[in-house]
């Protein structure tokens, strides 16, 4: 049988893009080499499923995409946030809309996505291959000819699509091996690295801190002075370094910057000036200048902070309040507002939530997704050089990708 469209993929792109395709009358073929659907669709947000950012402004949206957002511009006139969202309640997913725009399913189960995006699969008779690797991509005079399978069978179709995701989570099966056959077929790949990902520090501060979480801290990163990159948001330290939204976001931002001399500070009063916290220091010791320094700072902040900035200020922390000098009170105040550590790494793949880089958009039409070099081929999803934060920015660019690769190679 001669297929319209082919699939390699069984991600969110790839099922989006299917029951698109098969919407519009296409007979439509899945290959997957797990042997289920949309693994890692129910490993995003803890098994939650972050599904979308409920942004209705397109150029914003881009905007939180960095410098390739605007490639999505074209594809969100056809497919945005809202779209996703009424996508799923048509087929019974009822969404809620939880701090910062993110959107999940009301079930809080990743599950009930994945079921109405196989729901749709069944409805329209498209076939899935699970559990079949795919050995080979034959391609002749700038067109694809057929899929050769590991077991050895061939796919034949009119279009094909290539929704293998990245590299990250690769016990899903994410290993990547699509750049490989991409740059054989003639694409750029731009070099992929982990990002969303936790950060390693040198210095064993985390590990005094290590447990504790912190609200809407502020995270600098700077190169021998230099400002790299800033972010703002919740984090929690590890035993090795620092996770949460707010460190996982910046990850994404350093993860092709880092050198030996990169720096991350932390400050945990970002809403406070160094001389309103001085202040602040000053009237509390005065009114409790019978009390230790580490007794009296409880009202401030967690006691392992307490203890971690006491020692980077130089204090003893069974000082009585009324003697504290002016340069200690000082040195305690930059401690809060500027706590240093060296950064050692980023945590790998296994760690990671998305892959950065991947084919380069110059290379594919945002209007259909189809490439400019091989005629019958289309791509979506996180092979693509396309990345966000955290808070349904990713999947977001699975399924307007998905949607608009379907709706073309139908």
Same mark, same amino acid.
């Given at each position: 049988? &001669?297929?319209?469209?082919?699939? &390699?993929?069984?991600?969110p792109?790839?099922?989006?893009?299917a029951?698109?395709?098969?919407?519009l009358?296409?007979?439509? $073929? $899945? $290959?997957?080499?797990?042997?289920?659907?949309?693994?890692?669709?129910?490993?995003?947000?803890?098994?939650?499923?972050?599904?979308?950012?409920?942004? *209705?402004?397109?150029?914003?949206?881009a905007?939180?995409?960095?410098?390739?957002?605007?490639?999505?511009?074209?594809?969100f006139?056809?497919?945005?946030?809202?779209?996703?969202?009424?996508?799923?309640?048509?087929? %019974?997913?009822k969404?809620?809309?939880?701090?910062?725009n #993110?959107?999940?399913?009301?079930?809080?189960?990743?599950?009930d996505?994945?079921?109405?995006?196989?729901? =749709?699969?069944?409805? /329209?008779?498209?076939? $899935?291959k699970?559990?079949?690797?795919?050995?080979?991509?034959?391609?002749?005079?700038?067109?694809?000819?057929?899929?050769?399978?590991?077991?050895?069978?061939?796919?034949?179709?009119?279009?094909?699509?290539?929704?293998?995701?990245?590299?990250? /989570?690769p016990?899903?099966?994410?290993?990547?091996?699509?750049?490989?056959?991409?740059q054989?077929l003639?694409?750029?790949i731009?070099?992929?690295?982990?990002?969303?990902?936790?950060?390693?520090?040198?210095?064993?501060?985390?590990?005094?801190?290590? %447990?504790?979480?912190?609200? @809407?801290?502020?995270l600098?990163?700077?190169?021998?002075n #230099? !400002?790299?990159?800033?972010?703002?948001?919740d984090?929690?330290?590890?035993?090795?370094?620092?996770?949460?939204?707010a460190?996982?976001?910046?990850?994404?931002?350093?993860?092709?910057? !880092?050198?030996? *001399?990169?720096?991350?500070?932390? =400050?945990?009063?970002?809403?406070?000036?160094?001389?309103?916290? =001085?202040?602040?220091?000053?009237?509390?010791?005065?009114?409790?200048?019978? @009390?230790?320094?580490?007794?009296?700072?409880?009202?401030?902040?967690?006691?392992?902070l307490? *203890?971690?900035a006491?020692?980077?200020?130089?204090? *003893?922390?069974?000082?009585?309040?009324?003697?504290?000098?002016?340069?200690?009170?000082?040195?305690?105040?930059?401690?809060? @507002?500027?706590?240093?550590?060296?950064?050692n790494?980023?945590?790998? /793949?296994? #760690?990671?939530?998305?892959?950065?880089?991947?084919?380069?958009?110059?290379?594919?039409?945002?209007?259909?997704? #189809?490439?400019?070099?091989?005629?019958? !081929?289309?791509?979506?999803?996180?092979?693509?050089? !396309?990345?966000?934060?955290?808070?349904?920015?990713?999947?977001?660019?699975?399924?307007?990708?998905g /949607?608009?690769a379907?709706d073309?190679?139908?």
């Open positions: 049988m &001669i297929y319209d469209l082919a699939i &390699i993929g069984a991600g792109a790839g099922l989006m893009a029951n698109r395709a098969g919407e009358g296409a007979k439509v $073929i $899945i $290959i997957e080499k797990n042997r289920q659907p949309g693994i890692k669709l129910l490993l995003s947000g803890n098994g939650r499923c972050n599904l979308t950012n409920k942004i *209705d402004n397109h150029r914003i949206l905007d939180c995409y960095g410098n390739n957002g605007k490639f999505l511009l074209s594809g006139s056809q497919f945005d946030a809202a779209d996703a969202i009424a996508f799923f309640a048509a087929r %019974g997913v969404t809620k809309v939880e701090d910062n #993110r959107v999940l399913p009301q079930s809080d189960q990743a599950r996505i994945l079921k109405a995006l196989l729901a =749709d699969l069944k409805k /329209y008779q498209i076939k $899935i699970t559990d079949s690797a795919v050995k080979k991509i034959v391609a002749q005079n700038n067109k694809i000819q057929k899929i050769i399978l590991a077991k050895g069978e061939e796919i034949t179709a009119k279009n094909y699509l290539l929704a293998t995701g990245g590299k990250s /989570y016990l899903t099966g994410s290993t990547g091996e699509a750049y490989a056959w991409l054989k003639g694409h750029t731009i070099e992929p690295r982990p990002a969303l990902t936790p950060i390693v520090l040198q210095e064993r501060t985390n590990k005094s801190l290590e %447990g504790v979480s912190f609200k @809407k801290i502020k600098t990163v700077k190169q021998n #230099r !400002l790299i990159a800033q972010e703002n948001g984090i929690i330290f590890t035993a090795n370094g620092i996770s949460g939204p460190a996982i976001n910046l990850s994404r931002l350093i993860t092709d910057r !880092l050198s030996s *001399d990169t720096a991350i500070i932390v =400050d945990f009063f970002p809403s406070k000036t160094e001389s309103q916290i =001085d202040t602040n220091l000053r009237e509390l010791w005065q009114a409790q200048k019978n @009390k230790t320094i580490k007794n009296s700072l409880t009202v401030l902040a967690p006691t392992k307490i *203890d971690v006491l020692k980077s200020a130089g204090i *003893d922390p069974d000082k009585q309040a009324n003697v504290v000098t002016r340069a200690e009170r000082k040195s305690l105040v930059s401690s809060f @507002k500027g706590l240093k550590a060296a950064i790494r980023l945590e790998g /793949y296994d #760690r990671a939530i998305i892959t950065k880089g991947g084919v380069k958009i110059n290379e594919i039409d945002p209007k259909t997704m #189809r490439s400019k070099i091989i005629a019958n !081929l289309y791509l979506a999803g996180e092979i693509l050089d !396309l990345d966000g934060p955290t808070g349904g920015f990713n999947l977001q660019i699975c399924w307007t990708t /949607y608009v379907g073309n190679a139908a």
